[in-house]
């Protein structure tokens, strides 16, 4: 059974300097003290969710990231992946990024980074990700997995219901 809380102002202050790195204006996510829930998930996993509508953050393992509903609001300044068109279908549906569907690799990437896939026409995040190469290796690659998918669209936290 999932457990609920509110989130304290230190705990605000922590995720906002942790997301620091993810996003332009962390706190504009979270609203002030009270007004955001932890979702405690029976996985050890965490929804973040503000003004009891939005889920804008999620805690897996060891990464807090935003839901793609509000990465495709926000100015991310993550690291990218751009993938080609013919990518998107298996992106989307939770598949590891693999070399060949790659178009574009930011060059500042490192190993166990998280990063954001985009798809090449519009930019659109499609998923978020940890990169399981530096930039100059999976440059280097022709094929494989370079990418560990973590949220992408139509995952339950896409659809998460709150």
């Known amino acids: 059974m999932a457990k609920r809380e509110s989130l304290s102002s230190r705990e605000r202050k922590e995720l906002i300097a942790r997301l620091e790195t993810i996003l332009e ?4 996510l979270l609203p002030k003290k009270g007004k ?3 979702h405690l998930m029976d996985d050890g996993n965490v929804a973040y969710i503000a003004n009891n509508t939005d889920l ?3 805690k897996l393992g060891d990464y807090i990231i935003p839901s793609l509903r509000i990465a495709r ?3 991310l300044i993550l690291p990218k992946i751009v993938v080609d068109l013919g990518a998107i279908k298996f992106v989307t549906n939770g598949a590891d990024i ?3 569907g790659i178009t574009e690799i930011d060059p500042n990437i490192v190993e166990g980074q998280l990063i954001v896939v985009v798809e090449e026409k519009n930019g659109a995040p499609l998923c978020f990700g940890v990169a399981r190469f530096d930039a100059v290796d999976m440059q280097r690659m022709d094929s494989g997995r370079v990418i560990q998918n973590l949220h992408y669209l139509s995952d339950t936290w896409f659809n998460f219901e709150i």
């Open 25 to 28: 204006d962390p706190a504009a």
């Open 36 to 38: 955001t829930v932890k």
């Open 56 to 58: 804008v953050l999620i």
């Open 73 to 75: 609001k926000v100015n």
């Open 98 to 100: 693999m070399r060949p």
